[in-house]
C-alpha cells in the first residue's frame, strides 16, 4: 500500500513538475499545438519547422523554469545542453540559441521575432505570443 | 620543460580573460546581421614515468596547447555561413601554425533535408568532429584508439559537401543522418608522415578523396543513442625515400581503404556513458608494385558521472590492436597494440573555465608505423612496454 502511495506522489510530482512550464510562439506560427517529440527536435536543432512554418528556439538563461524545461523535455541537465549546443557551435552545425534572462524578456522577444519559440513559467503574462499545447 | 614565450603569453591570457569578466558570448552585428564569435584555449601538460608520447618529451614534462576561433552568421532562415581557424602546437604536431578548420555555407531545406558545403567537419562516430573540443569532453585526451591525436588532421574534415538531415517518425526516436564526398586536406605534418621519417620516407603531399555515410538513432530511451558510421577512402602520398645513400621518388596509393564504426551512448542526468568499435582496414600499394595490408581493431568503453555541480568523475578503457603479418610481430607483443585504462577529475571553475587531472595506465606501445603516439624517432634507445601517464589541462570557451 505504501509502495502504491508513493507511485501516485511521485506522479502527481512529475505533472506538477511539466506543468510549471509553458511553451510560447510568435504569432507567426501556425500550430496550436506540440508534440513532446517536436519540442525535444526543435530544441536540440534537429528540427527546424512545426507546421509548415520556420522556427528559432530561445532559451532562459539558468533559473527553476529554465532547469524544469530542460530536464522536463530535453531529458538533460543545464550542463550537458551548453556541451550539446557548443558540439554543434564548434563544429559549424549550428548556431547558440538566443539566452534571455527572465520570463518577461522571452515573452518579449518572441511577440516581436517570428518564428520564435520559447518557455516560460505557468504563471508568466503571454502578452502577445501564443500558447502552444504540449501533447 | 620549456615555456617559450607564446605559451607563457596564452597562459597569461587563460588567467586573465576571465578574471576580467570577458566571457560573455561575442555577438555583434555587420550591415544589420547578427554574427556570433566563439572561441577556446586549451594549454595542457603531460608527464610520462617512461617513453616519450606523441612526438613529445614527456618524459621530462611538456606543455601542449590547442585554441579555435569561429565566426558564423544566419543570413536567411534556412542559410548560415562561418569558419572557424583552429591552431595547436603538440610535440611536432601543429606547430602554432593557424588552420582553417571549417568554412562552409549550410542550406536547410527542410528538417529532414539540408545541403553543407566548402571546408566541413566529417561527422563519424560520435567525436571525429569534435575531438578537437576537449572542453566538451571529461577527459583530457580522449580514447586514444579511435581519436588519435596524431591522427587527427587525416579524418577531420573534408572539402566538398553533405547531405544531411533528420526524420522522426512517430514514437520511434529520431534518425540523423550525413553522407558526405570530398577530399581531405593533404596532411604531411601528421604522425603517419612523421612516422615514415623513421625510414627516410619524406612525404611531399599526403591526402586524397573520402566518401562515407553516419546514421544515428535517438531511440524512444530517452537519453540512448547508436549509430554506425563508414568512410571510404582514396589516398595518394607521394615524396622521397632515403636508403644506402641514394634518394628514389615513392608513391603509394590506397586499392582498398575503408573504415566502420559502430556505437552507442546514454546520458541520463549526471550519469553519461560512451561506447565505439572501429574497424580499419587499410590496403595501399607502395611504388605499384609493393602492397601493405593493415587490419586495426579499436574500441573503447567510458562512463562518467557528476557528483558535484563542479566536479566530474570518469573512466575509460581503450583498445587497440594491429597485427600485422608482414612484420612478424605476433599478437602478444607489445608493439602491436596499445591498451589503456584512465581515471580522470574534471573541475569547472566555472561554466567557462576548467580544470582536468587524469592519470594514464597504458600497456604496449603499437610500434611506429601504427601511429598510437609511440615513435621511435622519439624513443631512440627503445619501448618499456607500459607507460603511466599524468595528464592536466586547463581550458576556456566562450
Given at each position: 500500500m505504501n509502495y502504491l502511495r508513493s507511485i501516485l506522489l511521485l506522479s502527481l510530482a512529475a505533472a506538477a513538475y511539466a506543468s510549471d512550464v509553458k511553451v510560447i510562439v510568435n504569432a507567426s506560427v501556425n500550430a496550436a499545438s506540440i508534440s513532446a517529440a517536436e519540442l525535444k527536435n526543435i530544441f536540440l536543432a534537429t528540427s527546424t519547422s512545426l507546421d509548415g512554418s520556420h522556427v528559432e528556439p530561445v532559451l532562459e538563461k539558468g533559473g527553476p523554469v529554465h532547469e524544469a524545461f530542460v530536464k522536463e523535455y530535453?531529458?538533460?541537465?543545464d550542463a550537458a545542453l551548453q556541451t550539446y549546443y557548443r558540439s554543434l557551435v564548434f563544429t559549424g552545425k549550428a548556431s547558440m540559441p538566443k539566452e534571455l534572462g527572465s520570463d518577461a524578456d522571452v515573452v518579449a522577444y518572441v511577440a516581436k521575432t517570428k518564428g520564435a519559440i520559447g518557455y516560460v513559467s505557468a504563471g508568466a503574462s503571454a502578452a502577445g505570443v501564443k500558447v502552444l499545447e504540449v501533447q | 620543460m620549456l615555456l617559450p614565450t607564446k605559451r607563457l603569453a596564452l597562459l597569461v591570457a587563460l588567467c586573465v580573460y576571465p578574471i576580467a569578466g570577458l566571457h560573455a558570448q561575442l555577438d555583434f552585428t555587420i550591415d544589420g546581421r547578427q554574427v556570433q564569435a566563439h572561441g577556446f584555449l586549451s594549454e595542457g601538460f603531460a608527464l610520462t614515468n617512461d617513453n616519450n608520447y606523441l612526438t613529445m618529451n614527456t618524459t621530462s614534462g611538456n606543455f601542449f596547447t590547442e585554441a579555435a576561433f569561429n565566426v558564423s552568421s544566419q543570413i536567411t532562415d534556412k542559410f548560415r555561413v562561418g569558419a572557424q581557424v583552429y591552431m595547436r602546437d603538440i610535440g611536432h604536431f601543429g606547430q602554432w601554425q593557424p588552420e582553417l578548420d571549417w568554412a562552409m555555407g549550410d542550406y536547410r531545406f527542410k528538417s529532414w533535408f539540408g545541403v553543407r558545403a566548402g571546408k566541413v567537419k566529417t561527422t563519424f562516430?560520435?567525436?571525429?568532429?569534435?575531438?578537437?573540443?576537449?572542453?566538451?569532453?571529461?577527459?583530457?585526451?580522449?580514447?586514444?584508439?579511435?581519436?588519435a591525436v596524431d591522427q587527427r588532421?587525416?579524418?577531420?574534415?573534408?572539402?566538398g559537401g553533405d547531405l544531411y538531415g533528420s526524420i522522426s517518425p512517430k514514437k520511434a526516436g529520431t534518425f540523423s543522418y550525413v553522407l558526405w564526398a570530398g577530399k581531405n586536406p593533404s596532411d604531411t605534418n601528421g604522425g603517419y608522415a612523421y612516422a615514415l621519417r623513421t625510414i627516410g620516407v619524406d612525404y611531399t603531399s599526403y591526402g586524397g578523396r573520402s566518401d562515407g555515410a553516419d546514421l544515428r538513432w535517438a531511440t524512444p530511451v530517452s537519453g540512448f543513442i547508436v549509430g554506425a558510421s563508414y568512410m571510404a577512402r582514396d589516398v595518394v602520398g607521394n615524396g622521397t625515400w632515403a636508403f644506402y645513400g641514394t634518394v628514389a621518388p615513392v608513391h603509394e596509393e590506397s586499392h582498398k581503404e575503408y573504415l566502420e564504426q559502430f556505437y552507442g551512448q546514454y546520458i541520463r542526468g549526471k550519469f553519461h556513458a560512451d561506447a565505439e568499435y572501429r574497424r580499419y582496414y587499410r590496403g595501399i600499394m607502395v611504388n605499384y608494385t609493393m602492397p601493405v595490408n593493415d587490419d586495426d581493431r579499436c574500441w573503447y568503453v567510458s562512463a562518467a558521472y557528476r557528483v558535484h555541480k563542479r566536479l566530474e568523475l570518469g573512466t575509460y578503457y581503450s583498445y587497440f590492436d594491429d597485427v600485422r603479418a608482414y612484420t612478424g610481430l605476433t599478437a602478444s607483443n607489445p608493439g602491436s597494440y596499445v591498451h589503456d585504462k584512465v581515471a580522470s577529475a574534471r573541475f569547472d571553475i566555472s561554466s567557462h573555465v576548467y580544470f582536468k587531472l587524469e592519470g594514464h595506465f597504458m600497456s604496449g606501445y603499437a610500434e611506429a608505423a601504427l601511429v598510437r603516439g609511440f615513435y621511435t624517432t622519439d624513443n631512440p634507445s627503445g619501448f618499456s612496454p607500459l607507460t603511466n601517464m599524468l595528464v592536466m589541462r586547463a581550458g576556456y570557451n566562450f
Open positions: 530535453l531529458g538533460k541537465t | 562516430g560520435l567525436y571525429n568532429d569534435s575531438q578537437d573540443m576537449e572542453f566538451l569532453q571529461t577527459w583530457a585526451l580522449l580514447p586514444q584508439a579511435i581519436y588532421s587525416s579524418y577531420i574534415a573534408h572539402t
